[in-house]
């Protein structure tokens, strides 16, 4: 089985990987519903989904339903303001067929004028998150990014639950992007949640994408080197990872999370010599 790590002050403990929500967009729902009991089976409770993913929304919610008790669903909204950020979580919170999220997060805030300050003004998102709380809708209040300034100003502005940022080793060892965003949360007792552990690098051509068209980066899809980059994040001081939205890859770190050990400096010297071939996903 899966093992699970406190996930910050919140109380909570989740499985050390994540569901996406994108795993099931554009399936069929007989499909969705075989993989999210399978992934349940095998010890995962954290689901992660966002209106934005397609119809992940709609494929889940069904499939979830008759586990939804014993899981810890987290969902986003990518509205800045009150009003819009209400209209999502309310269309939510009916496509999943729930009556709660455990976490809402403000999704990707990656400019701190335009996203951050936006949605903690008076008039912003997180008014919304505060009366959703205060009513029960959501427990916990967190944010995803994808840019270290943005974050660490998000932090310093709002006490957060959680954090989803990537933790990758490529971007590790080419620019340390989550060195400060990962001791500012721990410092905060946040919940630290991974994104891209199984990134490579930005595609190198256009038809390459055709095997992950959920993919916007290229992913490590060899099993044995996927492995071994989804266990070096694992290998961070964080609760969980969420693997590619893609199915093969989510089995991949399925099979590959029971038999989690931490990496050794030999399997990192590894991980560091091959990201110097690798063209960092969030380069320039």
């Known amino acids: 089985m899966i093992s699970k790590r406190p996930l910050g002050k919140t109380g909570k403990e989740l499985s050390i990987i994540g569901f996406g929500g994108l795993v099931v967009a554009n399936t069929k729902p007989l499909a969705a519903a ?10 995962i409770n954290y689901f992660d989904v966002a209106p934005s993913y397609f119809d992940a929304e709609i494929r ?14 987290a969902c986003k909204t990518g509205k800045r303001d009150k009003a819009g950020a209400k209209e999502e979580l309310d269309n939510s919170l009916k496509n999943l067929k729930t009556d709660h ?5 403000l999704h990707a805030i990656n400019d701190i004028e335009t996203d951050v300050k ?3 003004s008076k008039d912003g998102a997180i008014q919304t998150f505060l009366e959703a709380k205060k009513n029960g809708l959501i427990h916990h209040i967190g944010f995803s990014s994808h840019n270290p300034q943005a974050a660490l100003f998000a932090m310093k502005e709002f006490d957060f639950d959680t954090v989803l940022f990537p933790v990758n080793f490529c971007c590790h060892f080419q620019s340390s992007l989550e ?17 891209k552990a199984m990134a490579g690098q930005k595609w190198q051509n256009e038809e390459d994408k055709k095997s992950f068209p959920k993919c916007w980066y290229e992913p490590v899809s060899d099993p044995q080197m996927a492995s071994l980059a989804l266990r070096w994040t694992l290998s961070q001081d964080i609760t969980a990872a969420i693997p590619p939205g893609e199915e093969k890859l989510f089995k991949i770190a399925l099979d590959a999370a029971p038999q989690f050990k ?7 010297d590894t991980l560091e010599k091959y990201s ?8 320039a």
Do not use: H
Request: charged share 15%.
């Open 262 to 268: 931490p990496v050794s400096q030999s399997e990192t």
């Open 179 to 195: 060195i400060e965003v990962l001791a500012e949360a721990k410092k905060r007792n946040m919940g630290i949640l991974a994104l």
């Open 60 to 73: 889940l919610g069904p499939a979830l339903k008759s586990f939804r008790t014993n899981c810890f669903l």
């Open 101 to 105: 999220f455990d976490l809402y997060q």
């Open 118 to 120: 936006a949605a903690l």
């Open 34 to 43: 075989a993989i999210v009991a399978e992934a349940v089976s095998k010890g």
């Open 276 to 283: 110097a071939g690798l063209q960092n996903i969030f380069s």
